[in-house]
């Protein structure tokens, strides 16, 4: 087992090692876990810890825990692949092209529609929170690549809240989470920060203009050449 992360709980840091272990892959699906004694001992924890981590992961529906049936993985439909924890689990090793593509399709989902409501209902200080991120991507474009990352996923958050929907709001922690690693597949490819950075500022006028339907189909537009892009990369896996 790897070495539990410092800084967290121990049950925190079980979960976190744990779960990484199951979302990547490293125990067949439908299969036993290893007892609470064995547990115990590979982690170096105590029972108690071993069974808040084992609730932890029953509540994010990774495992599911049985008197005489142990502990069970669930078959991955089962997951909450909304969690971020899991989300970042199956992204940190070596993300797919096919998880970052249902990714970008849930994003061409969710996003055009935000932008739209953006146009539509966004306060003045919503919008001057979507163009600070504009001009902070700007002045990272020949900059750090780091603050540039940062900077889009603000803007793509920002745009969540400037859509006055409770529900795409939540959807916050889901898309930071995500924007944070398919971004940087995406941005290599593409291989022009001024572009990414001119791309972004259309949907901007777009929403400030209060055009909603320009803002929508600019919004689509932008996922869409990202998903173009990963599905070209699924391709040439296959050749």
Known sequence: MAVL???LSLSQRMTQE??????????????????EAVLCESFGVSR????????????????SSRQRQGIR??????????????????????????????????????EPAAAA???QNARPERLATIREALERMDQAKSGSPE?????DIDFHISILYASENRFFIRMRDFTRTALNVSIRHTNVIKSNPGGVVHDHSLVYDAIAEGDAELAKQRMFLLIDEALTFIEQELEKSVN
């Open 147 to 151: 603050q540039a990352l940062e900077a």
């Open 18 to 35: 744990l779960g990484r272990s199951i979302v990547c892959g490293e125990f067949n699906a439908n299969e036993s876990l290893p007892s």
């Open 5 to 7: 992360e410092r800084n």
């Open 73 to 110: 993985i669930l078959p991955e439909e089962e997951w909450n692949i909304l969690d971020s924890d899991l989300l970042r689990w199956s992204l940190e090793s070596n993300p797919s092209m096919r998880v970052l593509k249902e990714f970008l399709q849930m994003r061409i989902a969710i």
């Open 117 to 119: 409501l953006a146009a």
């Open 48 to 63: 108690t810890a071993v069974r808040e981590a084992v609730k932890m992961l029953s509540a994010k529906g990774l495992i």
